[in-house]
């Protein structure tokens, strides 16, 4: 039997690449990628020739059968996500979990490294012995359940990822949900070039990420 590897890729800045994902990637058979176009700019990056193929929640029983049969044949398969942890708030849950139930007996390895979850907390300067996180927001069919459920959670801070086309329906209604008054933290683009992170009332958020900073990747914290 093969492994299969769960290799953490940089959230922003290519150099935050562990070395150990460079070598897991390096000796791979065969890498699979949320965006291969985002994924071959990192392997392109450090020299790395691995042939890449896509691997998304559209593509999962494709994908899946794929990889099986090279687990079968023996083979190192590497999975990325976009940026970060693969499984996190990412289809690669739904491999992971056919692939422990079709192949019980091959090893499902991580390979960590950087994730937007911890980087936004250590410096959103808010107590984190203890966190909800809660992914992204539903897109349309959930949602109003999503947001009412927030103020009966109990273990705080809140912690949710938001996409740009999103974030200002999702700020204000955290707003109606939670008060205008409510703290929140915004951490904005991080490691990349214009990293920003925020603290403010919830009701003034909506205002100050419009334009330029209404676009890149977001991590919502609410004490």
């Known amino acids: 039997m093969g492994t299969l590897y769960l290799v953490a890729t940089p959230i922003g800045n290519l150099k935050d690449i562990t070395l150990r994902a460079l070598e897991t990637l ?8 949320e965006d291969t176009r985002v994924a071959r700019k990192l392997l392109s990056r450090y020299g790395i020739g691995a042939p890449v193929r896509r691997y998304d929640e559209h593509s999962h029983t494709r ?47 991580a390979v960590p490294g950087p994730s937007a979850i911890t980087a936004a907390l250590s410096v959103a300067g808010v107590p984190a012995e203890r966190f909800t996180f809660l992914g992204y927001p539903p897109a349309k069919k959930g949602r109003n359940t999503f947001f009412s459920s927030l103020s009966t959670i109990t273990v705080r801070p809140l912690v949710i990822y938001e996409s740009p086309h999103r974030l200002l329906k999702t700020l204000n209604a955290l707003a109606s949900i939670l008060g205008d008054k409510a703290l929140i933290v915004v951490a ?35 004490p």
């Open 188 to 222: 904005h683009e991080l490691t990349k070039v214009h990293e920003e992170v925020w603290s403010g009332e919830v009701g003034d958020a909506p205002g100050r990420f419009t334009g330029p900073r209404g676009r890149g990747e977001f991590v919502l914290i609410i």
């Open 26 to 33: 390096k000796t791979a058979n065969l890498i699979y990628a």
């Open 63 to 109: 994908g899946f059968t794929e990889i099986r049969d090279m687990l079968i044949q023996g083979m190192a398969v590497a999975v990325v996500t976009d940026a970060g942890t693969p499984a996190i708030a990412d289809p690669g849950s739904r491999l992971v979990t056919a692939i422990r139930t079709a192949l019980p007996a091959v090893p499902i390895v």
